[in-house]
């Protein structure tokens, strides 16, 4: 009898343990009631609205960002997105330069490149509180790595651990590159799963397009929430299909990205009041920015 009893409690402990690992053992997965959870921890006043900005674009048929899709043309944008507190901004991503451009995607091919609006990003970068990355390629880090302004962003840049080591070891370009002294200059921070970041505000870990990839989930004063995915998807055909990218000259995680796909997929079919926003999907930013559910310029 007794023994029968402790054989239980052993069965019992190893479900319990067994279940605290699965995130992690049997590939990613998010809660959204945990994630909506997390973004009233932190207390203040919540963001008035999202603005993007599109500084240069990339020219690739639609069957590289979706698999399967036809060879039609379609215009990746390259973007900056301006969180708009009441009493100040938070930049996500920061651009790239226009030698960055040239390398890469087909920027060396003459696919355009919009130095106004990156001026207007280094303008909004150097205004803003705090910046933070959607993930460490260069289209989205390069504003902070090479920039004349390095002294002034570094102390109010956000990197992520997994971010600043992907830098360190492993940089998209070898350009990119940033020594173990080099990453001391920005602030770097951890975290499990979810992160409370700033007031209606938080991070949720999705390594997959690459190790340092997060989404940001942000709940604006009027009750409207978005979730900025960054580039697990490029295009939001991958959402609403739930098929991700067939593009030879990345390397993701397929498993997790899979997953992250599959949970978004979920969300876009049952969250009306959530708005997913690709990083890249111009179409997508168009609509949203017709629809005033984006502001179209940084200010
Ligand atoms: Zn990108």
């Known amino acids: 009898m007794i023994r029968r009893a402790f054989l239980v409690v052993c069965l019992a402990l190893l479900t319990v343990s067994l279940r605290a690992q699965s995130p992690a053992s049997t590939g990613w997965s998010a809660n959204i009631a945990e994630v909506r959870q997390v973004a009233t921890l932190i207390p203040g006043r919540k963001p008035l609205r999202i603005n993007v900005l599109k500084f240069a674009e990339s020219h690739r048929t639609k069957n590289f960002s979706v698999k399967g899709e036809a060879a039609t043309p379609s215009v990746q944008a390259r973007t900056v997105f301006q969180v708009v507190y009441p009493d100040g901004t938070v930049m996500v991503d920061a651009g790239m330069d226009v030698a960055m451009h040239k390398q890469i995607g087909r920027g060396a091919e003459g696919e355009p490149y ?10 909004a970068l150097r205004a803003a509180r705090a910046i933070i990355f ?6 989205h880090v ?26 360190e070891t492993r940089p998209q370009f ?22 409370a970041f700033a007031p209606g505000w938080t991070l949720i870990k999705a390594a997959g397009h690459t190790p340092g990839s997060q989404m940001m989930f942000i709940t604006l004063e009027s009750g409207r929430e978005y979730l900025l995915i960054g580039d697990t998807a490029w295009h939001m055909d991958s959402v609403r299909k739930n098929v991700g990218k067939d593009a030879p000259w990345i390397t993701e995680d397929t ?11 979920g969300l876009y079919n049952s969250e009306k009041n959530l708005v997913i926003v690709a990083s890249h999907d111009d179409d997508e930013h168009k609509e949203l920015i017709a629809k005033k559910l984006l502001g179209g310029k940084l200010e």
């Not at 919009?114 to 280094?122: I, L, R």
């Not at 959607?134 to 289209?139: I, V």
């Not at 990197?159 to 992907?166: E, G, K, P, S, Y």
């Not at 002294?181 to 602030?187: D, L, S, V």
């Open 142 to 167: 390069t504003g902070v790595i090479r920039t004349p302004y390095l002294a002034e962003l570094a102390p109010k840049t956000i990197l992520t651990w997994a971010q600043v080591t992907t830098l």
């Open 255 to 265: 498993a997790a990205v899979n997953a992250q796909l599959t949970w978004l997929n």
């Open 134 to 139: 959607t993930h460490e390629h260069g289209d």
């Open 174 to 195: 070898p350009d990119l590159k940033i020594t173990e002294e080099e990453a001391q200059r920005y602030h770097i921070i951890d975290y499990d799963r979810y992160m």
């Open 114 to 123: 919009f130095p106004q609006q990156a001026q207007e990003v280094d303008k």
